[in-house]
């Protein structure tokens, strides 16, 4: 089953690699698409994989941890837990000052940091690109804890969301 759940995450994360987005939402829980249509979702991936002021790479996804699976209720769930690397290249077509693109390389940075702790961000001023290790949670959702699993990436920022698909006893844990 932990294999399953590994394997089925994993094409997952290799459909968004490749840009395959229409393609990655067969993974995702039918329920998510309750509160963000499909469509939207789809778009907001494009705008971000596609968007000139930023180029995004997302390198050597992978599966770390599955945890045991456990029956609430009328389904299975197991968290587990991936990582990945991102580059990201802002790119600025406006004309700044070396100070105005310091406090932009400043801002971007602390932002960052913020989001993926700082020891999980770095700025190579060469390339102007950050390159930053991302390590996540996500819950395999599944109607016979066997087969057909599918997947919550588990974002603390987006809890209303979180609280309105997991069980509570999933959402208190977070």
Known sequence: MKKNIESEFSNYLNDIVNMEFEKSM????????????KAQLITVLEQTFN????EFEIIDPKV?????????????YALLTYSSEMNIKINSDLEETETQTANRLSLTKASFDQTFGA????????????????????????????TNWKFLVIEKSQKAILERILPKTLTDRL
């Open 119 to 146: 020891e999980n961000v770095s700025y190579n001023k060469d390339t102007e690109v950050y390159n930053i290790y991302a390590k996540k949670d996500a819950y395999a959702i599944s109607e016979n804890g066997e």
């Open 51 to 54: 968007n000139p002021a930023m």
């Open 64 to 76: 770390i941890a599955v945890e045991d699976a456990e029956q609430i209720e009328s389904k299975y």
């Open 26 to 37: 067969d993974y995702i829980t039918p329920e998510f698409f309750e509160i963000i249509p």
